[in-house]
């Protein structure tokens, strides 16, 4: 996993420790991920991961994937740290990642791709992954999320929003942020651009929004 990684993933560089590149530690996180969320929506079978077992995966999520992503979800991104070299850093890079994966789907990271700086203008950081989602979020008028926790983060460009929801919502709460509606029919307004703290319910509800 570490090593496809390194030849698959998109990733940060410069780090001075565990190693210069994140997306081996990516890898680890994020395709076990994928895993364990295939085999328990029967995508995949045991028979498919010979080498894995249900235990073995969420130790491996409680230990190393749970605590990045809880991390991500429940504050908006440090650009500080991401800016670092650290094992901190990477591991800040490492759940950003895991968290756009889990809010929008892994289409998300290969979009990323469009609006990092090119190559010949020098490494590509946390920070530069960080302002490439703000900037992929600007330039879409419509995008899905789906909440997997009680809470998360999301960057929200200024404007009106028509959001439907693929079942009814009980709640739909975005910190600073007006929402109203009922049911699988809202509209949000959001009056500047941002971070914010999102809380949707019944968990898992799968959310289309459109930019007015």
């Given at each position: ?43 995949l079978s045991a028979a498919d991961?010979e080498f894995l077992d249900s ?147 019944p968990r898992d509800a799968r ?6």
């Amino acid at each position: 996993a570490h090593e496809y990684g390194h030849f698959l993933l998109p990733g940060a560089s410069g780090y001075t420790e565990p190693e210069n590149w994140a997306n081996g530690v990516l890898g680890e996180r994020l395709f076990f991920k994928w895993i364990r969320e295939d085999i328990a929506l029967g995508r995949l079978s045991a028979a498919d991961v010979e080498f894995l077992d249900s235990e073995m995966l969420d130790e491996f999520n409680t230990k190393q994937i749970q605590p990045l992503l809880d991390r991500a979800r429940s504050a908006a991104p440090d650009t500080a740290l991401l800016a670092g070299k650290t094992s901190r850093a990477m591991n800040a890079f490492t759940g950003l990642l895991l968290c756009l994966d889990d809010l929008h789907g892994s289409s998300m990271l290969l979009e990323l791709l469009d609006y990092l700086p090119a190559p010949d203008q020098g490494g590509v950081g946390g920070v530069e992954f960080l302002r490439a989602y703000e900037r992929r979020m600007h330039s879409t008028r419509a995008f899905q999320t789906t909440i997997h926790g009680d809470r998360t983060q999301l960057f929200l460009a200024k404007g009106e929003y028509k959001v439907t929801s693929t079942v009814g919502l009980e709640v739909l709460f975005i910190d600073g942020v007006s929402a109203s509606g009922k049911g699988k029919s809202w509209i949000v307004s959001n009056a500047a651009d941002g971070w914010k703290q999102m809380h949707a319910g019944p968990r898992d509800a799968r959310l289309t929004w459109d930019r007015r």
